[in-house]
């Protein structure tokens, strides 16, 4: 099955850009979705199709996939990014879903 | 506004069976394609499986971890999806979210529930 490797953790102080990455064999072949999910909330859409926002979700959030990386690059990073990010794609070869481990960020 | 209701979780001993449901609001449930997706406690997101719309097939497709054992559905005419879940294990404790899909051959998850715990213990 198709294997989706996010790192554990992100630091990075506010204000500075924040990148959280997403390893899978030519990840860049799929298309890629983020979700942000805050403690004790439901993950949030916000980024999908690896790079449109869906509708509420700030221009400071945007994404990239090429080769065996997707990342999503978070601009401006706010207390209020704190959180998990979840990197997803459609294995089409099984027709299931795939998530990424996760990724925790932290602002300094 | 979209509304996703889960309920039906609790407490289950090993071995034993519970139905979720997920009441949903807000668009046209019968068009919709819909998932489920559970995160243990302390761990990250996992697919369990999807029900496509009657008019797309209304065809199901599950995860490794739970085919054979769950099963979902949906009434349209009660805008509700459900999961059956039978010969439970404590490894499917968790969160189960019901989710919206984008009916696309790479779909993603556009609105979620709140979730219901689902805790499988003797």
């Known amino acids: 099955s198709y294997v989706l490797t996010q790192p554990p953790s992100v630091s990075v102080a506010p204000g500075q850009t924040a990148r959280i990455t997403c390893g899978g064999n030519?990840?860049?072949?799929?298309?890629v979705h983020w979700y942000q999910q805050k403690p004790g909330q439901a993950p949030v859409l916000v980024v999908y199709?690896?790079?449109d926002r869906p509708s509420g979700i700030p221009e400071r959030f945007s994404g990239s996939n090429s080769g065996n990386t997707a990342t999503l690059t978070i601009s401006r990073v706010e207390a209020g990014d704190e959180a998990d990010y979840y990197c997803q794609v459609w294995d089409s070869s099984s027709d299931l879903g795939v998530f990424g481990g996760g990724t925790k960020l932290t602002v300094l | 506004e979209v509304q996703l209701v889960e309920s039906g979780g609790g407490l289950v001993k090993p071995g034993g069976s519970l139905r979720l449901s997920c009441a949903a609001s807000g668009f046209t449930f019968s068009n919709a394609w819909m998932s489920w997706v559970r995160q243990a406690p302390g761990k990250g997101l996992e697919w369990v499986g999807r029900i496509k719309s009657k008019t797309d097939g209304g065809t199901t497709d599950y995860a490794a971890p739970v085919k054979g054992r769950f099963t979902i559905s949906r009434d349209d005419s009660k805008n509700t999806l459900y999961l059956q879940m039978n010969s439970l294990k404590t490894e499917d404790t968790a969160v189960y979210y019901c989710?919206?899909?984008?009916?696309?051959?790479?779909?993603?998850?556009?609105?979620w529930g709140q979730g219901t715990l689902v805790t499988v213990s003797s």
């Open positions: 199709d690896d790079s």
């Open positions: 989710t919206t899909e984008m009916a696309t051959t790479h779909p993603w998850f556009d609105y």
């Open positions: 030519n990840i860049g072949s799929k298309s």
